[in-house]
């Protein structure tokens, strides 16, 4: 099954990502914004961070979740390839993130993600896939 | 992406129309500023229905404007700006995006093309180690503990203190680098902690540093108080923005306003435009950590400036006095800012909201430099990496009709995706160097998605403003060296 697909946008760039589970959407959206940042291919699983992130909705979850992996790559210059995700509800969502800090001799960066939008997000629990348009 | 099937009206040459019975929940009419042969393409995406859709917020007055640059973004459309009543308005942090404080700024040299041409090779290289840039670039500053604070209450004037630039730069920058009321409680930690490695830094997208050359000057009397004397006269130009800091400020309030509309009885058509009333404590909290990143912004343009400065004299071998080196001006374009503005005859203060958009202040303006009262606010409109820059000044009929604002740049028309199947980043370098045009880029696929047909041709852009009478063209330049981020 494909994990994500890119949606053209006029000034940014957008994804729908898909899964056997919601919680596994939510994990192949990750991926997909990883890999517009950069080539996963060359990224190793050298570090782990735990992320836990809360919303009031399940929309709200999708927009924290993604922006809270993106201050991990600002601040630590963390990539990201594979995502676990442990603990998944509407408001709450649970995770073990694996990947490697940025290495310019390794890695070749991609595109700059300033920021998921709540602009054309959905959530789609019946097909178990989910929308999102990126600030690049 | 479908085309736009909603009512547009021709107004007359320059402007169209989106009447408020188009969509039930119009406040006010949409404008949009385009001619005749701009508008099929900007029908083409749903960028009408994103002006349409801020017509909705609360106490919006007169139109939801969209300038000639507009195109599809997300919430508000890029290129639009939106007034709203104080007493009973929202703020809305959708309607400044992402990149607070994203701009531009020109400087003036006394050198010219011949002079700075041969070698431009070597400044291209020199301007790009001396500028971090690129995606998660790093500063070279290191701020002490909690210096992060009075870089987002002091803006520029932290970074001339700390010997980035000269104290001068201060008076020919919009808001002087540093808007007041700001409290720094109100910017998380997170996005201190995202800001602190980054300031300094070019990052990546759309900013650039660019070498550019004056083309042709359509008015010698004004151009002549900003510093700029002839064609071929080398320019310096800055665009970048508050970087993750920024980001973060955006995050934490979208967020916070989409519970806060709950509170208030808001209802909007995207939830991007996601709003609080400027009064409530939620629409207070943001205005003021919006402004601490527009400072950061500011100060993040500065050192550049300084580093722009040095590298350019080191090559030249010569020193910033005789390159001169001046600032002519820094204007934001993703900014909300508090503006008092005459609504049917009364003045009233308004939350004006510029999302890819700048301020176009006229003459005798009071928050127009001394040194420019005489001709108006100086509005620098950068086209793309292979085209021509625009420099211009505000007007009345701005004032009157656009709350003095006009576009910000080309407007993309193709997305980054379309790009890169089109061309790769090798094309796009060869084609700029057998045009004349050095560039350095971080990434060569970034190079592809900002190539220039990816933009609309930005001289028919400042025509439509220029010919609305909402600017006045003053100059243009063409570049002959760029940086990508």
Not at chain 2, 130 to 144: D, E, M, Q, T
Not at chain 2, 442 to 468: F, I, Q, R
Request: net charge negative; hydrophobic share 40%.
């Amino acid at each position: 099954m494909k994990k994500f697909e890119l949606i053209e946008h006029t000034a940014d760039i957008g994804l729908k990502a898909y899964g056997k589970t919601l919680a596994g959407a939510f994990a192949n959206a990750s991926v997909g914004m990883f890999s517009l940042m950069a080539e996963l291919e060359n990224v190793g699983e050298k570090e782990s961070r735990r992320v836990e992130v809360n919303a009031d909705d399940i929309e709200g979850l999708l927009f924290e979740w993604l922006n809270s992996l993106l201050y991990y790559f600002d601040v630590e210059m963390l990539l990201f390839k594979r995502f676990d995700v442990i603990e998944f509800e509407d408001t709450r969502l649970t995770a073990t993130c694996y990947g490697e800090q940025y290495d310019p001799a390794l890695h070749s960066l991609k595109m700059g993600v300033k920021s998921a939008t709540y602009h054309q997000l959905e959530v789609d629990r019946e097909k178990n896939c989910v929308q999102v348009i990126f600030d690049v | 992406m479908a085309k736009w099937g909603g009512k547009l009206e021709k107004v007359d040459e320059f402007r169209w129309r989106i009447p408020e019975s188009y969509k039930s929940g119009m406040r006010v009419p949409g404008l949009i500023y385009a001619d005749e042969g701009m508008i099929g393409q900007i029908v083409a995406d749903q960028a009408p229905e994103q002006v349409a859709n801020v017509a909705f917020l609360p106490g919006i007055v007169n139109y939801s404007l969209a300038m000639p640059d507009i195109h599809w973004g997300y919430g508000f459309a890029i290129g639009g700006v939106a007034a709203m009543r104080v007493s009973d308005g929202v703020v809305s942090p959708g309607g400044v995006g992402f990149d607070i404080n994203c701009g531009v700024r020109i400087m003036r040299t006394n050198l010219t093309q011949n002079e700075v041409k041969p070698k431009i090779k070597e400044l291209i290289d020199a301007l790009f180690y001396a500028v971090p840039s690129g995606v998660g670039s790093k500063g070279k500053i290191k701020l002490r503990s909690g210096e992060i604070n009075d870089v987002l209450t002091k803006g520029s004037r932290w970074a001339v203190e700390r010997g980035y630039g000269r104290p001068e730069d201060l008076d020919t920058t919009e808001e002087n680098g540093e808007i007041k009321e700001v409290n720094t409680d109100y910017i998380s930690a997170r996005a201190k902690e995202r800001g602190t490695p980054q300031v300094g830094t070019l990052g990546s997208g759309n900013h650039f540093l660019e070498v550019g050359v004056i083309d042709e000057i359509y008015d010698k009397d004004i151009a002549k108080v900003m510093g700029i004397d002839d064609v071929g006269q080398v320019m310096l130009y800055v665009h970048c923005g508050s970087r993750g800091l920024g980001h973060q400020v955006a995050d934490d309030y979208i967020k916070e306003m989409v519970q806060a509309m709950q509170k208030y009885g808001i209802q909007v058509p995207d939830r991007q435009l996601a709003c609080a009333p400027v009064n409530s404590p939620e629409g207070k909290h943001y205005l003021s950590a919006m402004r601490g990143a527009a400072n950061y912004a500011w100060a993040n343009r500065q050192c550049i400036t300084h580093w722009v400065r040095e590298a350019f004299c080191r090559v030249m071998g010569i020193s910033e006095k005789e390159a001169g080196l001046e600032l002519i001006y820094d204007v934001t374009h993703n900014i909300a800012k508090i503006e008092e503005h005459e609504i049917a005859g009364m003045n009233e203060q308004l939350c004006v909201h510029r999302k890819g958009a700048t301020r176009a202040f006229p003459p005798g303006h009071p928050d127009v430099p001394e040194k420019y009262s005489s001709i108006g606010q100086p509005i620098l409109i950068p086209g793309d990496m292979g085209r021509l820059s625009y420099i211009l000044v505000g007007t009345d009929r701005a004032i009157r009709e656009t709350f003095g604002s006009t576009c910000h740049g080309a407007g993309r028309m193709q997305s980054r995706s379309a790009m890169k199947k089109r061309f790769n980043g090798r094309d796009v370098l060869r084609e700029l160097e057998s045009r004349g045009i050095a560039v350095r880029a971080g990434s060569m696929s970034g190079l592809a998605e900002e190539a220039p047909e990816a933009y609309k041709d930005v001289e028919t852009v400042v025509n439509v403003a220029h010919g609305a009478g909402i600017s006045k063209k003053v100059a243009r330049t063409r570049p002959i060296a760029v940086v990508k981020g």
